[in-house]
């Protein structure tokens, strides 16, 4: 079966670092192209990043030289290294498979929630 | 950033009634469009992709037209485990941007 499971979040002050795990079973993430999608609170969703299968990532502007998107074949484990931490950043975290490469967000973990405060 | 709008922002239906959501690109996106389900403290659920392709597992009362700019997702015959949100996904470009969501309501 296939499954991912986000941990990591947490409440961190304002300028901070965390980093986000996804842990991934019933396939190989570095064969994947594995994204971060987060949840503000009471609102959307906004995509943030991907990792292609042979390495190249995007970001979203509002992320971009601040986040890093990155996996780890021994552990089968995506991770999402977030430095320099704004108010703005706070949202529950999901990390998504990519279907069809990376056109489609299936399957979803529980998400993980980020709190930033001052 | 190719913008996706949703309408209407929240509706209310009742159990047996069908249910029509649409969704605008802001440029020609081809059917490069996803819907998904999300309830409340759960994380979302592919509905349907490439503007009309069933997930598997989705029920057949589910379904997705459109193409361009402008793509509907219908419910026909709502069950009561259909009330929740719905957003809309483009997948043209980067970013891939979500619609705003359509919340569905029991009447």
């Known amino acids: 079966e296939v499954q991912l499971v986000e941990s990591g979040g947490g409440l961190i002050q304002t300028g901070g670092s965390l980093r986000l795990s996804c842990a991934a079973s019933?396939?190989?993430?570095?064969?994947?192209?594995m994204n971060w999608v987060r949840q503000a609170p009471g609102k959307g969703l906004e995509w943030v990043s991907i990792?292609?299968?042979?390495?190249?990532?995007y970001y979203a502007d509002s992320v971009k030289g601040r986040f890093t998107i990155s996996t780890e074949s021994s552990g089968n484990t995506l991770y999402l290294q977030m430095n320099s931490l704004r108010a703005e950043d706070t949202a529950v975290y999901y990390c998504?498979?990519?279907?069809?490469?990376?056109?489609?967000?299936?399957?979803w973990g529980q998400g993980t929630l980020v709190t930033v405060s001052s | 950033d190719i913008q996706m709008t949703q309408s209407p922002s929240s509706v209310s239906a009742s159990v047996g009634d069908s249910v029509t959501i649409t969704c605008r690109a802001s440029?020609?996106?081809?059917?490069?469009l996803a819907w998904y389900q999300q309830k409340p403290g759960k994380a979302p659920r592919l509905l349907i992709f490439?503007?009309?392709n069933l997930q598997s597992g989705v029920p057949s009362r589910f379904s997705g037209t459109g193409s361009g700019t402008d793509f509907t997702l219908t419910i026909s015959s709502l069950q009561p485990e259909d009330f929740a949100t719905y957003y809309c996904?483009?997948?043209?470009?980067?970013?891939?941007?979500f619609g705003q969501g359509t919340k569905l309501e029991i009447k």
């Open positions: 998504a498979r990519g279907k069809w490469g990376s056109r489609w967000f299936d399957p």
């Open positions: 990792i292609f299968s042979g390495g190249s990532t």
């Open positions: 440029q020609n996106i081809s059917t490069w």
């Open positions: 996904q483009q997948a043209n470009s980067f970013p891939h941007t």
């Open positions: 490439a503007a009309s």
């Open positions: 019933g396939f190989t993430v570095s064969n994947k192209y």
